[in-house]
């Protein structure tokens, strides 16, 4: 009997190398590390500047449209998730991961050197949504092949660990590009140079960032559990189809899952706290340099905890650490308004530092999960595509969403509320999945992966 793939095997049957292990989870967290910052660079660039610069002439609403061209990129997730999906399917992880990597790096360049409103007129606005749509088609095909490679590539008992080494990308990507804001804001400390070139930085510094990924990542080998697909000729021919028509249930729960945790999670991600408190015309008005430092630093916090609750979900499981972190997110969502409007720049950290020990706990096990919910042919489309979809019902237009309450109501509690639904929703999603931690990865266990984990559509 051959070693199990997702006990760490390579395709010739041998156990995998520590050393090839270290270099699969270090080669996932500097390629979603890097992908991430070139999303989050942009949100955090519309939360200070991209109103003013790109939609200037819509004056009140400049905001609420920037923020909006945030959440265009998410409805072209899914097209990026189905590219990447059925490729990744076909003809590996590996090859999916560098053209994703190549293709985020090359829209945020370009968004460094794009002129803005007053040098070309509406052709700025439309060129920058045009970029952001494609930053969007890459992020909807990385997530994907990244927490495959490290899931099937990890030990049964420790796919939750592995897992988290993908999903800290995104913490690490969110502390990198405030970071980095940051450090401009104090380069370029007036309005007026960091609305010239002071933006402009993060987006080049893009170049650098994606030339040292691609290095990481062609230096690692493809996942396991493909190899042995390859090799037992057992690849699906059309992953997407098979993928509706005999699992959408799981899909839509799945997208669920990731809907309660992704609509929170851009509050900041997004820009939306960034913007909210550094408007000059709103109601705290802080500067723009200690607000992007506390960021910075509750991106640290929700590293740790979305490291730590990949760790427990590998000892307690999946579930029972989502339902754990729901409760978590619950309290953090119902502290960070009070918190953050009290213009104290330290008790605004505090209620970001909160709201993300929740935010981990519903992350860092999302990699194991989704990989132990699909068949191995179909599982890079299945965990894309749920995943893309969650993205647009949670965080696609949670900063426009969260703008438009404030501005209708004039008070943030009708965030809150709205916040609180999106977690009970995610909740309820995850009280309908069976735990499947441990499950074999393998495709030769397809017929026991095939058994749906949706409640009262199969025993288990």
Same mark, same amino acid.
């Given at each position: ?26 080669? =996932?967290?500097?390629? +979603? ?18 109103? *003013? ?5 819509? $004056? ?6 920037? &923020? ?50 007053? #040098? ?14 494609? *930053? ?18 990890? /030990?049964? =008992?420790?796919?939750? #660990? ?12 969110? %502390?990198?590009? !405030? ?8 380069? #370029?400390? +007036? ?11 993060? &987006? ?21 559990? &493909? ?46 706290? *960034? ?44 579930? +029972? ?10 309290? $953090?969502?119902?502290?960070?308004? /009070? ?7 330290? %008790? ?13 706990? +519903? ?11 699909? /068949? ?7 965990? !894309? ?16 969403? #969260? =703008? ?7 008070? =943030? ?11 009970? %929703? ?35």
């Amino acid at each position: 009997m051959s070693t199990l793939p997702n006990e760490g095997f390579t395709p010739t049957g041998t156990i995998a190398a520590s050393a090839d292990r270290k270099r699969v989870v270090f080669a =996932t967290v500097v390629g +979603t590390t890097v992908e991430w910052y070139d999303f989050f660079i942009y949100a955090t660039a519309v939360g200070l500047v991209f109103g *003013q610069l790109f939609f200037a002439p819509l $004056g009140a609403n400049s905001a609420l449209v920037a &923020f909006a061209t945030v959440g265009v990129s998410f409805l072209f997730r899914p097209l990026g998730a189905f590219l990447a999906g059925h490729f990744g399917d076909k003809y590996g992880r590996k090859v999916v991961l560098m053209w994703t990597l190549i293709l985020m790096g090359a829209a945020t360049a370009l968004i460094g050197v794009l002129p803005t409103y007053d #040098a070309i007129g509406v052709f700025a606005p439309i060129l920058l949504v045009l970029l952001r749509i494609l *930053q969007g088609i890459s992020a909807g095909g990385e997530w994907g092949g990244a927490v495959l490679m490290a899931v099937e590539h990890a /030990p049964k =008992t420790r796919r939750g #660990a592995f897992g988290a080494a993908p999903q800290i990308g995104v913490p690490l990507g969110l %502390l990198l590009a !405030s970071g980095v804001m940051a450090l401009m804001a104090i380069i #370029a400390p +007036t309005d007026e140079a960091f609305q010239a070139w002071g933006w402009r930085v993060p &987006f080049l510094l893009s170049v650098v960032l994606i030339v040292v990924g691609y290095y990481v990542r062609r230096r690692v080998e493809e996942s396991p559990v &493909f190899a042995e697909l390859a090799e037992r000729k057992e690849k699906a021919r059309m992953p997407i189809i098979t993928l509706f028509r005999k699992h959408l249930l799981l899909v839509i729960i799945a997208a669920f899952v990731f809907a309660g945790n992704n609509a929170v999670g851009y509050m900041t991600t997004g820009g939306y706290i *960034q913007g909210y408190s550094t408007n000059p015309e709103g109601p705290l008005g802080l500067d723009r340099g200690p607000v992007l430092w506390a960021v910075a630093g509750s991106a640290v916090t929700w590293l740790l905890s979305t490291l730590f609750a990949g760790f427990v979900s590998d000892r307690i499981g999946r579930r +029972t650490t989502y339902i754990i972190g729901w409760i978590l997110q619950l309290v $953090g969502v119902f502290t960070l308004f /009070p918190l953050v409007n009290t213009g104290n720049i330290w %008790l605004l950290f505090a209620g970001l530092a909160i709201l993300t020990i929740g935010l981990g706990f +519903t992350y860092g096990p999302q990699a194991a999960l989704y990989s132990e919910l699909f /068949p191995a042919s179909i599982r890079f489309s299945g965990v !894309s595509i749920s995943y893309a979809i969650g993205a647009i019902l949670g965080g696609a237009f949670a900063p426009t969403i #969260a =703008t438009a309450l404030v501005q209708a109501t004039g008070s =943030t509690m009708s965030v809150t509320w709205y916040l609180a639904g999106m977690t009970l %929703l995610g909740l309820i999603a995850t009280l309908l999945l069976r735990d499947r931690s441990g499950i074999p990865l393998g495709p030769e266990h397809e017929a026991e992966q095939e058994v749906s984990p949706v409640y009262g559509l199969a025993k288990a």
